[in-house]
């Protein structure tokens, strides 16, 4: 079963946060409703947060959905 994690449940949204093992798959969105969501390895992926020209950068993932399962 895949998992949701919100940027804004994190302890504090506003530094790097990554929910998830580095060789998760993941689908992630951005805070802008017109950006196509994007599905990759954690490691491949940017999990910070930025500021650009007074509003949120395009590339800031706000959830991810654990698309992969753990190996037992």
């Known amino acids: 079963m895949s998992e949701?994690?919100?940027?804004?449940?994190?302890?504090?949204?506003?530094?790097?946060?990554?929910?998830?093992?580095?060789?998760?798959?993941v689908k992630v969105w951005s805070y802008y409703e017109d950006v196509p969501p994007t599905i990759d390895l954690v490691k491949n992926l940017w999990w910070g947060y930025e500021i650009e020209c007074t509003d949120?950068?395009?590339?800031?993932?706000?959830?991810?959905?654990?698309l992969s399962r753990e190996k037992e």
Do not use: C, H, N
Not at 4 to 25: C, G, H
Not at 56 to 66: K, N, P, Q, T
């Open 56 to 66: 949120v950068a395009e590339g800031v993932i706000a959830r991810a959905m654990l």
């Open 4 to 25: 949701l994690k919100l940027r804004s449940e994190s302890a504090m949204p506003y530094q790097t946060w990554k929910p998830f093992p580095d060789d998760a798959i």
